[in-house]
């Protein structure tokens, strides 16, 4: 009954800048916390960035100081901007939230996850 979508993805120059969006849907109560992941071939799922209901932020080590993570309470959407970036910031982006769901109440929360989106940095 929830599900989340993602957008804004595509191919930019390195040095450039991009701007993720995720919007989740469906019968939400409560939406905790928000975050990002970072996902290559061969590689793991990567922390980002999260962000809690109250506004702490959390950042992965490679992206801290060219990557700002916000949300949207009232459109159930978090955002990623990405400034500066780097080849090696090539990847799917997955969007996850941590969501409270009315139509499902005893299972307390759980996490969501978007459908992707790649984001390619290439000259």
Same mark, same amino acid.
């Given at each position: 009954?929830?599900q989340l979508v993602e957008s804004?993805?595509?191919?930019?120059?390195?040095?450039?800048?991009?701007?993720?969006?995720?919007?989740?849907?469906?019968?939400?109560?409560?939406?905790n916390r928000m975050g990002w992941?970072?996902?290559?071939?061969?590689? #793991?799922?990567?922390?980002?960035?999260?962000?809690?209901?109250?506004?702490?932020?959390?950042?992965?080590?490679?992206?801290?100081?060219?990557?700002?993570?916000?949300?949207?309470?009232?459109?159930?959407?978090?955002?990623?901007?990405?400034?500066?970036?780097?080849?090696?910031?090539?990847?799917?982006?997955?969007?996850?939230?941590?969501?409270?769901?009315?139509?499902?109440?005893?299972?307390?929360?759980?996490?969501?996850?978007? #459908?992707?989106? #790649?984001?390619?940095?290439?000259?």
């Amino acid at each position: 009954q929830v599900q989340l979508v993602e957008s804004g993805g595509g191919l930019v120059q390195p040095g450039g800048s991009l701007r993720l969006s995720c919007t989740a849907s469906g019968s939400i109560a409560n939406i905790n916390r928000m975050g990002w992941y970072q996902q290559s071939p061969g590689k #793991q799922r990567e922390l980002v960035a999260t962000i809690t209901s109250g506004g702490t932020t959390n950042y992965g080590n490679s992206v801290k100081g060219r990557f700002t993570i916000s949300r949207d309470n009232a459109k159930n959407t978090v955002y990623l901007q990405m400034n500066s970036l780097k080849p090696e910031d090539t990847a799917v982006y997955y969007c996850n939230m941590n969501i409270l769901d009315y139509k499902l109440p005893t299972l307390g929360w759980r996490d969501y996850w978007g #459908q992707g989106t #790649q984001v390619t940095v290439s000259s």
